[in-house]
């Protein structure tokens, strides 16, 4: 299930609802003068997320999408390299049947790995540039029945990262997306191999 949230205004006031109550509990731990490349081993994030869908493909001429969810993992491997996995989940409703076929709405799953490389910007804020794979599933729904479109989906993402305390701060995340997917429409075989860009803001946990 993804978060209905089709007002990315209304989707963004409410996480930082959630987000605020988080950040007056971890500004009460004690800060230490260590900095963030001696006191990170993992990186746990959540976040909301809101596609932004571009080019001439379905998503961005038949759907009216919504926001949802992502939550990823990052691993500190060596130096400042970094390796993971993210699985994001968002919807949309088809407003142009004509282009897409008869269903009405759609959910959008991918999971896979990452890797990655991190600048350091002091002791509190970071940069973490990676690059991910992984299966992506398109799950329409009808009324009386649901079936699916899958594939593959290849991103490219820049994390800036705020640390409140050692272990607990916020992020913000730009990410360009394509998905290729196996569904084929005659005259055009692309048009369902969909662009994003992909905005999300989270609290990340670091242990």
Known sequence: MFLNIKNPVVGFVLFCLVFNSFSVRAQEEEETENT???????LLSVGYVYPL???ENVA???YSMSGGFEHSVWAHVSLDIWVGAELTIFGADVERKELTGNYNDVNIFSLGPMAGYKF????KTGLLLGAGVGYVKYTNHHPDYKFYDDGT???????FEYDITNHMGWYFSGKLRRDFLKTELSGNKNYFDS??????LGIRVTI
């Not at 989906?153 to 994390?159: E, G, I, K, S, V």
């Not at 662009?195 to 999300?200: A, G, I, T």
Request: charged share 15%; hydrophobic share 40%; proline share 3%.
């Open 153 to 159: 989906a290849l991103w490219f993402t820049a994390d």
């Open 195 to 200: 662009n994003y860009l992909m905005l999300s």
């Open 60 to 62: 961005n001429e038949a």
């Open 53 to 55: 869908p571009f080019g």
């Open 36 to 42: 963030q490349q001696n006191k990170e081993y993992v």
């Open 120 to 123: 350091h910007f002091g002791k």
